[in-house]
Each structure stands twice: as structure tokens, then as C-alpha cells.
């Protein structure tokens, strides 16, 4: 490469002076195309320029430098990023490096280190690029030979595109060394990677065909087989069955081959055997079940249909009530008891005894997220809105996360959620009206009064009152009442007498506690109960 090109970005100007005039670039053939001091200015510039590298302050106004990645890798740029930061938490450190970043270096830095990490992204993206040169070429062999020619005919045979109507001879026409009477189908996907990924990265691209040598060598070392390439990720392998060995042995030294020589490892869905050529699709889809399975597992694992075929089928119930508590604790953006909830959730649908069909809880979580989307859409700006939905539309095409992928991003995105839900209690007075409302539903049954209620978030009791009605539109007796309501109706219906309700919410006089409660819902305690329980 002639020069590579770098954008420097930074909030402090020093530090963006610094990096681009005390440095002699053009001697090392390096080109400083642009500067920015804040996230939105280097968006624009990275769009405009397109360099090769960004070296950037983690933490900017307007949009953080990890955000700015993000955004470049959606948008396919292929920039790399070399983050600077006076923050020395390894949390920031981890998030860069997850999401590729080339280097990560701590404030205050010298020339040497800057000029250090760049010289090494610049070797990097040459080898990158000599690699991807070779990559090309190779490509462009195997499109021109006449083995592309097979694998698009058996490709065609997978996704029934001949039907019934194909030739018997065309097999033998295509010298297809493979016994057409006895065809195992298995299906390997590389675990690791998602198929929601646009961009091109040159490890993705060279793993599948490391791994396709490697299953293919393996294969014909003991039958005859072949190995497509069906899409980035996956593979479908034909193959007549061994004489040497079974073939769930002959699959376990597949699967392990991969992992000694690529370094990587696989999972593998053993299908039907097809007798004829026709009947290659149903041993496919067989396999596409069983390898389905993976989804409750972290892959590097052997599914065979034979085996799934002969699962009980478990149906998991929908956790109605806990989807209401997480709602609360949404609302009021407390991450830690929605993490928390989130888990009590999921350990429900952990079952000791089968699974359920991948896709059916598939479905499951993906409500549960939608739900987790709709608690916060009453809540929330139009910007946040849109900012949540981009990143739910992610997880809907991460077709390959497993049920552990589910629950980590189900958790990040709660957390979105309460993030945004934190920051709309910017003041003091905001955030001890929230103390307060947790102290209310903490200690319904107390006798809460202003005094105790003020002094529980330290503040005088006529500033506590009239900022608790501005905050919640009501006064305190009124959302007191409002809260030990709302409860007196959750055990009503789960069956607690009204006496012991009226104990558990600090009212003597049961009477009172009746009056209050037919004031409020429009009906009697009794008859609230037997409308619900009838």
C-alpha cells in the first residue's frame, strides 16, 4: 500500500495536535486525512475519508468511540481503530478488544506508543491484504473448474430445486464419485459466528474453508465424500457410510480434527441416509433439525436426527406473572433485579428431561425481548425508541446464538433499556422521589407518614411533599393509598383473606381498609375476589 490513511480524534485539542504534528508520518508513509473533536465530526469524517485507521478517545461527547466503531462496523466500513483513554477500568479495554479494536492505550502515552501501535496496523492490513489477494485468485480456480459445476448440482439437490423431474443419469454425467444408493447427509457449522454479520472479515472467510479441507481429508480417508459450502458458516457433507468404523466415530474424528488443526471448533447434525439422489433434501432437512439443537448447547458437539427424533417433547409455560414483575423493575430501571428476574425466567425453561423445539423457544425469547422493547416504549424519547428497535432488529437475525447467546444479549438489552431509564432522573430531587416510591413499596404495612417518608431520602418534609405531587401528580396520601390498592388486589386474588390483607398493609380497622378499597376500585374487597376467582 502506497500510504496508509489515519483520522485522529479527540475531545482535547492538545491531545489531537499532539498526535498529528509531533510525529513524522509521511517518513513512515503514514497520512493524517482529518481530525475531530467530538463523536458526531468524526462520524462525518469517517464517512467522508474512509481511512484506513481511526486512533480516538474511548469516551467523546456526542458519540463515544465505541459507539463509533459500532456504527463503522455496521455501516461495512473496514477501518480499523486504535482507542486512547485516561480511563484505566478494564471494562472499557474489554469492550474495545470484543469488538476489534487493534489497540488500546492508556493516557498519558508517548510518541514511540503511538507510532509503535500504527506501524503494527499497518503490517496488519498489508498482510490482510496480500491474504485476501490469494484469497481472490483461489476463488476465482474454483469457479472456472468443473468441481464448481458438482457442488452447484448437489447444492441444487439440497434445496430440491431439480424435484422429481432430474435426470437418473445426470449423476454419472457429473462423475460424481460418490455410491448414490447409500448417501449419509450432516450438516457443520463453524460455532462462534452469527449469520447476521454484513461486513467481510478475512478470518471468516478463510475458517470455512480451513475447516471444509479438514472434514473433506478426513471423510475420504475412510469412504468417499464431499464437502459444500452452503453458505459462511455452514457446510453439508455427503458421504457413503464407512467399513472401518460407525458413523458417529468417524464424525467424533471429524469434529476433532477441526479443532486440533483450524483451532476452531464445530458442531454437526447427522441426518437420514438418502437412497436415491432425490431423496437428498429429506436427509438434509433431517440433519438442519438435528443440528438445530445446538441452540442448548455451546456448540462443539455431534446431534444426530435418530436421537432428537426420539426426544420427548416438552412444552414451556409462558411466566405471565414474573413478565409483570420484570415490567416494575424495568420502569423503574433497576438493572440488577431485572438481571436477576430475567434469570428466574430462564431457569423455568432449563428442563431436566428434553427440550423444547429450538425454534418454538426461539420464539419464546424473542417475545420475552419485544416485551422487554414494550415496557420501555411509553417511557422513552422517539431517538431511544429507534435506538432500541436497531438493536432488537439485530438480535432477530442473529439466527445462531445459542440459548445462553439469547440470555446474555436479553440482559444487555434490558440494560439499554434502564439505562435510558436512569438518565431521565437527572436531578437530586428526581432521583430521591424514586428512593422514596421503593421505600413506599417496601414498608406498606408501616404506618407512612410525610416525616418518615422525607426523612427516608433526607429531605424537609413540606420541600419532600410538594416535589413528590410535581414529580408524581399525586400527593403522597394519595399514592400511598394508590400502592397498598394496587397490592391489596394482587392478594386478593392470590387468595389472602381480607384480614390478613388489611394487617399486611397497615390498616386495623378492617371496615376502613373496605371503604378505601371500594372507593378506589368501584367494588368491594369480597367482590373484587369472586369477580377474578369465578
Known sequence: MDHLTVCVMDDIQAVVKGISSTIAWEEHQVKIVGTANNGEQGWFLLNEQEPDLVITDIKMPRLSGLELMKRASDAGLRTKFIFISGYSDFRYAQEAIKLGASDYLLK??????????????????????????????????????????????????????????????????????????????????????????????????????????????TLNRHTRGVVLRESRYRLVAMFNTPASMTVPELLEECRLNVEQFSKKTISIGLGTIARRPQEVWSAYAHADKAIAYRFYSEGNCIFQYAIVERQEWVAPAYPLEKEKELFYALKCGNESTCHRIIDDILDEWQFSEGYPEPLTMIRLLSGLAFAIYRAFCDEITEEERMHLEADLMVLEEMRSLTFDGWKGYIKHFSSMGCDIMDKKRLTDVKQAIHKAQEFISMNLEENLTLNLCAQSVHLSPSYFANAFKKETGMTLIQYITKMRMEKAKELLVAGIQVQEICQMLGYEDRPYFSGLFKKYCGMTPTHFRQMYLN
Request: glycine share 6%; net charge negative.
Open 108 to 217: 498519558p502515552f508517548t510518541p514511540d506508543e503511538i507510532l509503535g501501535a500504527v506501524l503494527k496496523v499497518r503490517e496488519v492490513i498489508e498482510g490482510e491484504q496480500a491474504q485476501l489477494r490469494q484469497l481472490e485468485q483461489l476463488e476465482q480456480k474454483v469457479e472456472s473448474s468443473s468441481v464448481h459445476i458438482r457442488h452447484s448440482y448437489l447444492l441444487g439437490l439440497l434445496r430440491q430445486e431439480v424435484g422429481g423431474f432430474m435426470n437418473e443419469n445426470r449423476w454419472d454425467e457429473l462423475q460424481i464419485d460418490l455410491d448414490s444408493t447409500n448417501l449419509q447427509l450432516m450438516v457443520i457449522e463453524v460455532d462462534g459466528y452469527t449469520r447476521c454479520e454484513n461486513t467481510i472479515h478475512l478470518d471468516a472467510e478463510i475458517v470455512p474453508f480451513a475447516v471444509q479441507n479438514i472434514v473433506e481429508e
